[in-house]
Each structure stands twice: as structure tokens, then as C-alpha cells.
């Protein structure tokens, strides 16, 4: 059974194999092939799991050796599996969403040309990140991070005859290399601390090693996790990774890529737990992010980046709660699983939506769709009552359960951690109700495309409806299934640990709080927006408002604090380079240039003087002789 | 007579043919010049075997003058056939490899 593990990666992989080297040959029914290795994937996930069900909690963690990477003395490294609750959580939500979003594909995509090659390119993204949750050793699971930081360039560029998707891409890129370095920095000093990287070796040896050292590897997997989940302050990426297309923006922000992080700290959990400063810093980067994307997503009139901003602050609450410790691990998790469902549905929603208005991504020129694309409104609308946590979907449990879990915290930063969550709630609220009023309700906004053609909405074909309809099952039932009972807690805990920590309010209290911030920012929305028409050119707005939508102004940040000085820099290096290196070696060559072409004419080709020299040699040489014998 | 003598003129003659070399363009009077100062270093060497009582020098000698006849034989067939071609017996002139 257990060797079904390596066939988790290997179906995806052999899938983009296939896609990328295969040729025309395949373009016809490249993109069912791509789907069915994402099923198949899902299918070994689905029968691992339930054999995992089957056995008592101790023995549910399973190791897979299947060759050694790099067997030297004193270092090793192997390419092995690890498959427990967590893991086997991570693979289904990956194989599960992401063969939806591979069919959803299949439509969204059908008019590509080079739609074999975005197959391909979405099975070597699951490919990697499976190898990322499944990996038993840092090391293992660098390749899969590494893996799905190439995935998720080649993805956000995919259409890159557009400048700004290239851009974008790269841009994604870069941010993420910054936490990559994060990682490989903690790798190495786990080997120098530990002796080796794997999972139970660093864990097990974690409470001999000093506090410093353990916060140390934690500020670094945090900077690793910050880059990867899109928390401030390298967050700037996400936003301009909506130039993919919206199959891309959908799997990275629900199943692959953002969710990287809040595995990588969970897993981490037994180093973070011994080193309080380190989580302090990840509960910071939680909260400062879930207000920065919570803000950001309420200023932005494209629909995909204010679902990336709510991405951004949604993570923001798990990575939080992964901060907390074990009063949070598992809601992380829940949350991570159950955000899966929603956002993956709201941006195949916007997908169907865009699909219906030729492109148009901009909310201001949408408006009452709600009767020409009921499929799409009908699962969007699930979708953002899961996520602005309507009780009884699953948003409602998740996010309930990180509110609780930040209050329990205890003391003055329990107090701060609650209000910030229930503000979050509300402002998620908020603007998640915008983009439901601009959407699909009041009237029609559409303008004429450039060449003045009017757009016609219509619905989606049945493959991307039908991803829509499941996942919008998923937004519905699977909070409550997974908090029924505790199971997930129950399921988790052996993993991740659990305690209940001390609220200072009882959970009724809190529920009830979280409801009268999520009505709020409900009733603010519709307020602003649904009871009086929507100006189709975005009004001035505040000061806030205008640097939320210029992301807060991140990138000018990083403009005016990393671009501009390390452009100085390269200048002055330039400028180093050319007049001073350039300028003493071009001058040594000069020196020897002017002295060469003087001595030249010695060698004016007439014999005697030639005879001349060698005379005024031999003279010199018997005067030195002879005052040296004289000596 | 002082042996020393015939060094002072051996170093006179090799004076001599070294500023000749120096100085003069015309091929056979180079030639000249250079034969001058072989001999003189010829002298020189007689004169050293001379003075040291053994015979070395002398052998030494003889065989600079079988070289040295060699030399003419081989320079004087150059110079003849040089002359013929460019009527010019001038070292100067024979220029055509200068860059």
C-alpha cells in the first residue's frame, strides 16, 4: 500500500512529462490526459487516506524510502515519503481542488493554442507540490518548494505576449527567490545545529538546541513562508500574479503555492514551539497581513485582485493561527482546507464570469448578472457567504474556531490578536459583499469592447460549471463535516499537538462577535453599494483609498527602499567598474602601448645598427666583468 | 719587443674594423672591415698564446682563418650576385623584407 506513495508524484509528473515532450501529437487530447493524471493522482490520494483511516493513530504515519539522493558520510539524503494526517489533508485538497480546476481548464481554456502546454505545465505545479507535502526531510521538500516556484512562473507568464504578464511573472519570481533564500538558510542551519535535515531528526533533537538557535531557524522558515503565502512584507507578488490565466489564480490560491507556508510552519511546529520569539513574529506577519489584504481587497475594482487581496488576508488568518502554537495548528489547517473549497470556487466563479463578459475584469462594468449566469451566481454566492463566515458554512467554523484560538491566546496579546481577527471578519465582509452587489446585482454597467462590440453574458459550458457546482458542495458541507464532532481536531492533534488554551470569553461570546462584525461589514457593503447605483468611473476617494489601491503602496515601498538604492548601487558598481578597474588596466595597456611604439624604431632594419647595439652590449658586459673582478 | 704591443694593435685594428662596420654602407668595404677585425682578434690571440707559452691560442687562430675563408668565399658570391641585380653594392638599398 505504501507504495502507492511515490505514484502520488509520479502521476502528475509523468503527466507533464508527457504534455511538455510529447509534442502535436498530443494536442488533441493533451488536456484530458493532463486531467486524468491530476484524477489519478486524487484517486491514490483517496485510497491511501481511507487506508490511513483504517489503522489507530500511532501507526497512521507512514515512511516510503525510494533511493538515496546523496549518500555521503556524515550528510545524508534521501528521496523519501512521509505520509501522515497532514500530509495525506494537503494531498487530497491539492489532487481534489486541483482536478477540478484541471477540468475547469478544459473549458476555460479551449479556445487556447497553446492549451497542451498550460496542461502540462498544471500537472508539473501539482507534481511539486505534492513532493513539498510529502517530502520527510527539508531537503525533499526544498526541491518540491523550488519545484512550485518555476510551476507558478511558467504559469503567471503563461501569457506572455502580454508585457505585463512577463513582468508579473517575473516578478513573482524574484519576491519568492527572497524566500527561498529564507529556506535554504534554515536547512543549512538545521544540518550545522542538528547534524541532519529530516523531519524526525531535527524534531527529535530540537529541545537540546539553544533558544537562539531555534529562533533563528524559525525567523528564517517564517521569511521562507512569507515569501511562498504571500505575508507582508513579501506580498507584492500576488496581486500581479492575477496576469495568469484564472485556472492558474485559482489553483495557486487555493490549493498549491499560498498554502505552501502554513504547511511548511505547521510542520515546523516543534521548533516554533520552543522558540517564542520566532512565533511572535509569525503571529505579527498573520495579523499585519490579514488587515493589509483585507484593505487592499476593499479598494480594488478588478475582480481578481480583490479575491487576491482576500486570499492574502485569508492566509493571513492561518499563518496567524499556525503563530499561535498549538491552540491553533489545526484551525490553520481547517481553515487552509475549507478556504481551499471557497476561494478556489470564487475565482472559477470570476473565471465563468469573465468568461461571460469577453474579459472584462472590471467590477464598475458588471452589474446584474445575477439572471444570465445563475450557475455562476448561484455557487459564487455560496462560495462568498462561506468565506465571509455565514454560519453553518464552512467559513463559519474555520475562521470561528482562529478567532476563539486568538483570544485564547491569553493576556494583553490575546486581547489585540481577537480584535484584530474580528475586524478582519468584518472588513472580509465587507468587501467580499462589494464584490457581490458590483457583480451581480443593480444594473448593467457593461461598456462596448474597443471595437464596439456589446458583450453578451452568457453562462459557462458544463466543464467549468460542473467544477463550480462541486466545489460549491465543498464551500457548503465541509466545514461543518470537519468540525462535526472535532473529527479534524481529532484526526490532527497526534501530528500537531492541541490545547485549548485559556479564553477569556466563552466561545458563544465570540461566535456571537464574529456575527455582529461579519453583519456590519454586510450591511456597510450594501449600504455603500447596493442602495444607491455604481458610478462606472471609480470615484476619487481618500488618501486610504487611493494607496489601497496601489496595494497600499507596496511597491512603491519597494520601489523607493530596494529598487531605487540597489539601482545606485549597480551604478556605482558600473561606474567603479569602467573608470576604475576598466580605467587601470586600460592605462597599464596604454603605458605599455606609448613605451612599445618607442622603443619600435629602435628596430629601424639598417645592419650596423643592429651592430651597433650588440657592440654597445658587449661593452657594457666586459665593463660589468671587469668591475667586478676589480671588486 | 713588449708582447703587450701587439695587443695595443690588435685592439687598434678591431677599433678600426668595428667603426668601418658602424659606419660605411658599401658591402665589400663592410666585408673588409669585418675580415679586419677577425684578424686583429687573430693577432690578439697568437699574441695571448704568446705570452702564455702554450699553443692554443695559435690553434684558435688557424682556425678562424679557415672559417673566415669560408665566410669570404660564401659572402662574396652574395654580394656579387646582389650587385648584379640591383647595381648597387649598398647595404641600405637591400631593403625589401623592411616592413
Known amino acids: 500500500m505504501n507504495s502507492l506513495i511515490p505514484l502520488l508524484v509520479a502521476a502528475p509528473l509523468a503527466g507533464a512529462a508527457l504534455l511538455l515532450l510529447g509534442g502535436r501529437a498530443l494536442d488533441r487530447f493533451g488536456h484530458w490526459l493532463g486531467t486524468f493524471a491530476a484524477a489519478l493522482s486524487f484517486v491514490f490520494g483517496l485510497v491511501l487516506f481511507f487506508s490511513m483511516l483504517g489503522r489507530s493513530a500511532a501507526q497512521r504515519p507512514v515512511q516510503e524510502h525510494l533511493f538515496s539522493w546523496v549518500p555521503v558520510n556524515g550528510f545524508q539524503a534521501d528521496v523519501s515519503f512521509q505520509l501522515d494526517q497532514l500530509s495525506v489533508t494537503f494531498v487530497l485538497l491539492i489532487t481534489g481542488v486541483g482536478t477540478l480546476i484541471h477540468l475547469y481548464s478544459v473549458g476555460y481554456m479551449a479556445h487556447d493554442e497553446r492549451r497542451r502546454r498550460f496542461f502540462g505545465y498544471l500537472n508539473l505545479f501539482l507534481a511539486a507540490m505534492l513532493l513539498l507535502v510529502l517530502a520527510d526531510n527539508y531537503l525533499l521538500l526544498y526541491v518540491g518548494w523550488e519545484g512550485v516556484g518555476l510551476a507558478s512562473y511558467l504559469l503567471i507568464g503563461f501569457w506572455q505576449h502580454k508585457p505585463s504578464a512577463a513582468t508579473a511573472a517575473k516578478k513573482a519570481f524574484l519576491v519568492n527567490r527572497v524566500g527561498d533564500v529564507g529556506l535554504s538558510i534554515a536547512i543549512m542551519l538545521m544540518f550545522t545545529d542538528f547534524g541532519n535535515v529530516t523531519f524526525n531528526g531535527v524534531f527529535g533533537a530540537a529541545d537540546q538546541a539553544s533558544k537562539s538557535q531555534l529562533t533563528a531557524i524559525g525567523l528564517m522558515l517564517l521569511l521562507a513562508a512569507c515569501g511562498k503565502s504571500a505575508q507582508v512584507p513579501l506580498q507584492s507578488w500576488l496581486g500581479d500574479a492575477m496576469e495568469g490565466p484564472t485556472p492558474v489564480s485559482a489553483l495557486i490560491h487555493a490549493a498549491t503555492m499560498v498554502t505552501a507556508g502554513v504547511y511548511l510552519i505547521t510542520r515546523s511546529g516543534a521548533i516554533f514551539n520552543l522558540a517564542p520569539q520566532a512565533q511572535t513574529a509569525v503571529v505579527c506577519v498573520g495579523a499585519v497581513t490579514l488587515l493589509f489584504g483585507a484593505i487592499v481587497g476593499c479598494a480594488k475594482d478588478d475582480i481578481k485582485k480583490a479575491l487576491a487581496g482576500s486570499t492574502m488576508s485569508q492566509i493571513g488568518y492561518m499563518i496567524l493561527a499556525a503563530g499561535l502554537g498549538p491552540i491553533g495548528y489545526v484551525f490553520a489547517i481547517m481553515h487552509l482546507v475549507t478556504h481551499g473549497f471557497f476561494k478556489a470556487g470564487l475565482f472559477l466563479g470570476a473565471g465563468s464570469v469573465m468568461h461571460g463578459m469577453d474579459d472584462e475584469v472590471n467590477m464598475r462594468h458588471y452589474g446584474g448578472l445575477r439572471k444570465l449566469m445563475p450557475i455562476t451566481f448561484v455557487t459564487f454566492g455560496l462560495g462568498y457567504l462561506a468565506i465571509i463566515g455565514f454560519p453553518g458554512l464552512s467559513g463559519f467554523f474555520s475562521k470561528d474556531k482562529i478567532i476563539e484560538a486568538a483570544f485564547a491566546k491569553g493576556g494583553t496579546e490575546g486581547w489585540i490578536l481577537g480584535a484584530v481577527t474580528l475586524i478582519g471578519a468584518a472588513v472580509t465582509a465587507f468587501y467580499m459583499t462589494r464584490v457581490m452587489i458590483l457583480t451581480f446585482f443593480g444594473e448593467k454597467r457593461w461598456q462596448p469592447d474597443a471595437e464596439g462590440h456589446q458583450p453578451h453574458p452568457h453562462e459557462s459550458p458544463a466543464t467549468m460549471t460542473t467544477p463550480m457546482i462541486v466545489l460549491a458542495f465543498g464551500s457548503v458541507f465541509a466545514g461543518g463535516l470537519l468540525a462535526f464532532n472535532s473529527s479534524f481536531l481529532k484526526w490532527l492533534e497526534p501530528i500537531t499537538g492541541h490545547s485549548e488554551g485559556n479564553s477569556p470569553l466563552s466561545s458563544t461570546v465570540v461566535t456571537l462577535l464574529t456575527m455582529a462584525c461579519m453583519l456590519a461589514g454586510v450591511g456597510l457593503a450594501y449600504a455603500v453599494y447596493g442602495r444607491s447605483p455604481v458610478p462606472v468611473t471609480p470615484p476619487v476617494g481618500s488618501v486610504l483609498t487611493r494607496a489601497a489601491r496601489r496595494d497600499l503602496l507596496q511597491d512603491d515601498f519597494n520601489h523607493a527602499v530596494l529598487v531605487r538604492p540597489g539601482s545606485a548601487l549597480a551604478a556605482a558598481l558600473v561606474y567603479f567598474d569602467s573608470k576604475g578597474l576598466d580605467g587601470f588596466v586600460n592605462g597599464l595597456a596604454a603605458t605599455i602601448g606609448g613605451i612599445s611604439s618607442r622603443l619600435r624604431r629602435v628596430q629601424n632594419g639598417y645592419v650596423r645598427s643592429y651592430a651597433l647595439s650588440m657592440f654597445g652590449g658587449t661593452l657594457v658586459l666586459v665593463a660589468t666583468t671587469l668591475l667586478m673582478r676589480s671588486v | ?99
Request: proline content about 1%.
Open chain 2, 1 to 99: 719587443m713588449n708582447p703587450v704591443n701587439y695587443l695595443y694593435l690588435a685592439a687598434l685594428l678591431f677599433t678600426i674594423g668595428a667603426s668601418g662596420v658602424l659606419i660605411r654602407r658599401n658591402a665589400i668595404v663592410l666585408f673588409m672591415c669585418v675580415e679586419l677585425m677577425l684578424n686583429a682578434s687573430n693577432l690578439a690571440l697568437v699574441t695571448f698564446s704568446r705570452l702564455h707559452g702554450n699553443l692554443d691560442g695559435q690553434i684558435i687562430a688557424f682556425f678562424t682563418m679557415v672559417v673566415a675563408a669560408a665566410e669570404v668565399v660564401v659572402g662574396l658570391a652574395i654580394i656579387v650576385s646582389i650587385f648584379r641585380t640591383r647595381h648597387s653594392a649598398s647595404v641600405d638599398d637591400s631593403n625589401l623584407m623592411k616592413l
